[in-house]
């Protein structure tokens, strides 16, 4: 069971005003405070929940007041959903929820740490959610208004990084940071943020949205990932970084057959053997050890004292990983990957009125 926290982006109503209301209508766990958007007076972040009537109702709740004091909502709000990175321990998502919202109305602060959840997913759970998103980019475009795509504050994912990502930091990096439609920023705070959803204080419309992005999450790990020994043949792309730039050729260079030394990279870039070596460094952070090879001095027939220079980098097209942990499953038991797989009908449904409705909009 997955958590999931809501950042509702309002105008119109001020940040004191907002806390006298909850106040007045005994909802607590709620911190209001600035959001820096421009023409977004206030954010109402809602503390972990877990999908159960009592948190439905919590939202309900928190959404009526706003809606009755008057809170508006226009292009600049946007609707952050957090899923958490791991499952929560607790079997009783009522007891949870109350829980959690007793916590943050006493300390300001989430629940959190090993007392609540487990370990984090592996790279490979979250890679899988990251790509069926991106796969699907053009669809979850038509679930909301046409000011939610290509916003800046909610940017699309770089899926040539994303193809070659094998960590949590390397899937951040095929991010544009905070800015996009899922965050990676947050993951140290146990969340992965989705940003895309349009601003809202209709408690039906941030429900459905929690209740998809949680079954995508829940469908990957569930019906996509399994834990073993696992053997990968893995190809490089024929290029990563921007084309013309120096470490853009060292690349090329290098993933030629049986690659190149570092003299003839230097004198084709017009840079040092130290600033080559940290180049090299670099492209194996982006792909992994195992795609760069180092060809020694003495591995090309020089000795040591002949110079740093003679060495020699190939960027391999394929190479074998072997690796202990999770992996997809393979094709014959493998979920499907589209973002609808395991969504019940009733929500698959209201969404699909809903991008029906915005298409004659």
């Not at 709620?30 to 421009?38: A, L, N, R, S, Y």
């Amino acid at each position: 069971m997955f958590t999931y926290g809501i950042e509702i982006e309002t105008s119109g109503q001020s940040i004191t005003e907002i806390k006298n209301a909850l106040r007045h209508n005994e909802i607590n766990g709620c911190i209001v405070k600035p959001d820096g958007t421009p023409s977004v007076d206030c954010e109402i972040v809602l503390p972990p929940l877990p999908v159960c009537d009592f948190s439905f109702d919590y939202i309900k709740k928190v959404c009526r007041v706003l809606q009755n004091i008057g809170c508006r909502i226009n292009r600049q709000c946007g609707l952050h959903v957090h899923i958490s990175n791991a499952q929560t321990l607790r079997n009783n998502p009522t007891d949870l929820a109350s829980r959690s919202i007793q916590y943050t109305e006493r300390t300001g602060r989430f629940i959190g740490g090993s007392e609540f959840f487990g370990d984090p997913m592996d790279a490979v759970a979250v890679k899988d959610i990251m790509t069926r998103y991106a796969n699907a980019q053009p669809i979850i475009n038509s679930m909301f208004p046409s000011s939610r795509t290509s916003n800046r504050y909610c940017n699309v994912m770089r899926t040539n990084r994303l193809d070659t990502a094998r960590t949590i930091e390397q899937l951040r990096d095929a991010t544009t940071g905070k800015f996009s439609v899922i965050n990676l920023n947050h993951w140290r705070n146990g969340t992965i943020e989705f940003r895309q959803a349009s601003g809202t204080i209709e408690a039906d419309k941030i429900i459905n949205w929690v209740l998809f992005l949680i079954n995508l999450v829940h469908h990957t790990i569930e019906n996509r990932i399994e834990n073993g020994q696992s053997s990968e043949t893995i190809s490089t792309p024929e290029q990563v970084f921007r084309s013309g730039s120096r470490i853009g050729l060292i690349y090329s260079m290098c993933r030629s057959n049986g690659g190149c030394d570092v003299h003839d990279l230097m004198n084709a870039t017009g840079t040092t053997a130290i600033n080559i070596r940290a180049r090299i460094s670099e492209i194996r952070a982006r792909l992994s050890d195992g795609a760069v090879v180092t060809h020694t001095m003495q591995a090309n027939g020089n000795s040591y004292g002949d110079g740093q220079d003679l060495a020699r980098y190939e960027i391999l097209s394929e190479y074998q990983t072997q690796s202990t942990g999770a992996r997809l499953m393979p094709d014959n038991r493998l979920g499907l990957g589209s973002v609808w797989a395991s969504l019940p009908d009733d929500i698959f449904e209201w969404w699909q009125n809903r991008i029906t409705e915005l298409s004659r909009s």
